[in-house]
């Protein structure tokens, strides 16, 4: 079965700890993003990889760091700088780069910070 | 920066009905990309247009390009509870290192 896995489904943290969401995908695929949704708003880009141990920021990636050291995993991790961390994360890949394929995404992990 | 925008934001319409939703990019758009996202689900891939004055068809669904590659639209005809969702257009920055995406039309559908 291929596709995009995200985990946990739920995320639950105190403010001021830093939190690492996983994405692992299996379609082989060169380019991974990540977004952030907030409610009743669009998809916003926070950091996304083309190619192996490479990686840039997209439109908000203040507070966010990511690492991209196998082809099959992008983790993201939420630091105490970000100042609003609690939202739906979405993780997607695409077979090429450059914003020109369709994304595929994974399920999204719900992170809240109180 | 490049924007993009969505019109309208909410679409209440009887099963059976038509629907539309707009999309307008401040820039032009090498591509425009289209996803469906059910309530409580992840964005899923519709289409994607390239050429100026493209249009697409899925069964139910028409999918337009600008002349320009600055606006597109999608419409559904006669609707169904199936097509319950948000939809949202996305294109490439103009300088091809982000992905903007609408703030989405959501559809609602009332048997």
């Known amino acids: 079965d291929g596709g995009i896995t995200q985990s946990p489904k739920y995320l639950f943290r105190k403010e001021g700890q830093n939190v690492t969401l996983s994405c692992e995908q299996n379609?082989?695929?060169?380019?991974m993003y990540w977004y952030r949704q907030d409610p009743g708003q669009g998809l916003r880009l926070i950091y996304y990889s083309q190619i192996v141990n490479d990686f840039q920021k997209g439109d908000i990636a203040e507070g966010y760091s990511v690492s991209r050291e196998k082809k099959e995993s992008f983790p993201l991790t939420v630091t105490s700088a970000q100042k609003n961390p609690t939202a739906f994360y979405l993780c997607?890949?695409?077979?090429?780069?450059?914003?020109?394929?369709?994304?595929?995404f994974g399920p999204g992990t719900r992170l809240t910070v109180t | 920066g490049q924007q993009v925008m969505q019109i309208p934001q909410y679409q209440h319409v009887q099963e059976g009905e038509d629907f539309t939703t707009y999309c307008n990019s401040s820039t032009t758009l090498s591509n425009i990309q289209w996803y469906k996202q059910r309530p409580g689900g992840h964005p899923v891939f519709l289409i994607q247009l390239v050429k100026s004055g493209e249009v697409k068809k899925q069964k139910r669904l028409t999918f337009q390009f600008g002349e320009a590659k600055k606006n597109s639209s999608l419409h559904i005809t006669a609707t169904q509870t199936t097509d319950v969702g948000t939809y949202f257009c996305a294109g490439p920055a103009y300088n091809n290192n982000d992905m903007r995406f609408g703030a989405g039309t959501r559809l609602t559908v009332k048997p």
């Open positions: 997607a890949s695409s077979m090429g780069q450059g914003f020109l394929y369709e994304q595929y």
């Open positions: 379609l082989n695929h060169d380019a």
